[in-house]
């Protein structure tokens, strides 16, 4: 994707979703238990899939495993896979966002502000909430491909902790950003980099962590764990 480059003084309003737009959920994970549950990945296919994750977290660490595998889907037609997607957001995922956050961000970009989703999980997945959020741009991990289907592997930048940064950057010029003027909403420490990088910090569904350094920092809060 061509990376955009916003005007001068343009403010953003950077939203995680895993846990924050979802509080407690990964979109992802329930994803792939929708396809489980709808007969379109068999059980040995879901148990190959845990037990590579299981080598792969191992061998690489948890957050390293989870930001490249995606063996599940392996095998597959990549607009097959988009279809399940999109029938996923229509299905849970679009109800699955709180009214209240939902209103909240609206709120921003009457504002002026323009959404950007940021997040670890499948683009295809991220993909499903631009209309229910009005977001203009939208972060994901790709899916890589091979002869036409799906290599079970992941690509590009898995969004997650100082990545997150990485990420954002590889779309969006930064040069053009109004940052003091700008606004993130999250739920985790981890995500840290992105609540110093801009002048208005959410936490929102927060761990412990983040909500008591959000309370010494007088930053916003929304809900809790």
Not at 74 to 90: I, K, L, N, Q, S
Request: hydrophobic share 45%; glycine share 12%.
């Amino acid at each position: 994707m061509d990376r955009i480059s916003f005007p001068p003084g343009t403010r953003l309003a950077v939203i995680d979703l895993d846990g924050t737009l979802l509080k407690g959920l990964n979109a992802e994970r329930i994803f792939y238990l929708s396809l489980f549950v709808h007969g379109r990945i068999g059980l040995r296919k879901m148990s190959g899939f845990l037990l590579s994750l299981l080598r792969d977290t191992l061998r690489l660490g948890f957050r390293n495993a989870i930001g490249s595998n995606a063996l599940v889907l392996r095998g597959r037609d990549p607009e097959e896979v988009r279809t399940w997607a999109v029938a996923f957001g229509h299905g849970f995922l679009r109800g699955a966002v709180p009214e209240g956050l939902r209103a909240k961000i609206l709120s921003l970009r009457a504002m002026g502000c323009r959404v950007v989703l940021l997040s670890g999980s499948l683009q295809l997945i991220v993909d499903q909430l631009r209309e229910r959020l009005e977001a203009e741009v939208l972060i994901g991990t790709g899916l890589e491909t091979a002869g036409g289907k799906l290599t079970g592997r992941k690509t590009g930048i898995f969004a997650y902790g100082p990545r997150k940064i990485d990420a954002l950057f590889a779309r969006i010029d930064p040069a053009g950003i109004d940052w003091p003027g700008s606004w993130a909403l999250a739920d985790r420490i981890s995500d840290l980099p992105v609540f110093e990088l801009v002048g208005h910090p959410v936490a929102v569904h927060g761990d412990r962590k983040l909500r008591r350094l959000a309370r010494r920092r007088g930053w916003e809060i929304i809900g809790k764990r």
